[in-house]
Each structure stands twice: as structure tokens, then as C-alpha cells.
């Protein structure tokens, strides 16, 4: 009686030892992308700067301390505002890519997509301005200003940080 008890007792232990040991699988580290042009790649595969749009439009609408109808006619039309800058920015670093010839062609589209930029501005500044007051117009794009300097601070002090402890 006294073996079969020990026995048991040393297929228990042995049993409980192998749980715990399989039980702590180590997960192979998460494939990070090498270089600049892969996370750009990744990053426009999963639906780009969301993340980054998201926190912009908290941001702006903290400062601007709209009520509820101001919110539901600004934002879409925000959203549009900010989708037109993106596409005009695309084009203009199409242009810029060395892909393209240099000349007197690239210039005139460079000037082109910039005179683009301020005239989408103005339009967009008279939809706001038919939603929200002058004042707060204005503190839109200071707010977007203030994001994006704050968004660059934070990137600096994240890739300082990186390099300061590898």
C-alpha cells in the first residue's frame, strides 16, 4: 500500500511539473519592420493614421467646447476638410518623389498643388465659418498647429529615447 501511494504521489509531482513548464510557452518576438519605407507600407495596409486622426479630432474639440448641433455639422465637414489636405499633399509628394523628371514641369505643379492647398484652406474656412463663430475658426487651426507640434515633441523624445536605451 505504501509503494502504490508513493507512486502516485511521483506521477502527481511529475504530472504538475510538466503543466507548468508547458504552460510558460514563449512567444516568438512580433516581426518588426527594419526600415522606414516598410512601416510606412504597414501602416497604409492597415488603414493609416486613424489612430493619429482620432486624437486630433479629441484635441480640437476639447479647445473648441462646441454643444451638440455645432458638433454633428462641423465634424463632417472637418472630416471632408482634412481628407481634401491629405489628397493634395499625396499628389504634391508624388511630384516631389525622384521618380519624377526634374524642370520647369515639376515646379509649375508644385506651384499648382500649393495654390491648391490655400484655395481648399479658404473654402473650407467659409464652410467652418457658417458653423462656428470667427473665434473659433481661428482657434481650429491654431489647435492643429499646437497638435502637431505637440505630435512631432513626442516623436522626438520617442526616437531619443530609443536610442538612449537600445
Known amino acids: ?13 511529475f504530472l504538475g511539473i510538466c503543466t507548468k513548464s508547458f504552460g510558460q510557452v514563449v512567444r516568438p518576438l512580433l516581426r518588426r519592420p527594419q526600415n ?6 504597414q501602416r497604409r495596409q492597415n488603414g493609416g493614421n486613424n ?3 482620432e486624437v486630433r479630432e479629441e484635441y480640437i474639440n ?14 463632417p465637414v472637418y472630416r471632408r476638410y482634412r481628407q481634401a489636405l491629405k489628397e ?31 484655395n481648399t484652406r479658404k473654402y473650407y474656412t467659409d464652410e ?4 462656428l463663430a470667427p473665434e473659433k475658426v481661428s482657434l481650429i487651426f491654431k489647435s ?10 513626442q516623436l522626438s523624445e520617442r526616437s531619443e529615447a ?3 536605451n537600445p
Open 51 to 53: 489612430r493619429i486622426e
Open 62 to 75: 476639447k479647445r473648441l467646447n462646441m454643444n451638440a448641433d455645432q458638433g454633428q455639422r462641423f465634424w
Open 88 to 118: 493634395i499633399l499625396q499628389k504634391k509628394r508624388a511630384n516631389n518623389s525622384p521618380d519624377q523628371p526634374n524642370g520647369k514641369d515639376q515646379i509649375d505643379r508644385e506651384l499648382y498643388y500649393e495654390s491648391e492647398l490655400v
Open 144 to 153: 492643429e498647429r499646437d497638435f502637431n507640434d505637440e505630435l512631432i515633441k
Open 1 to 13: 500500500m505504501y509503494k502504490l501511494a508513493k507512486h502516485i504521489f511521483i506521477i502527481f509531482l
Open 128 to 131: 467652418f465659418l457658417k458653423i
Open 36 to 41: 522606414f519605407q516598410e512601416r510606412v507600407i
Open 162 to 164: 530609443i536610442k538612449n
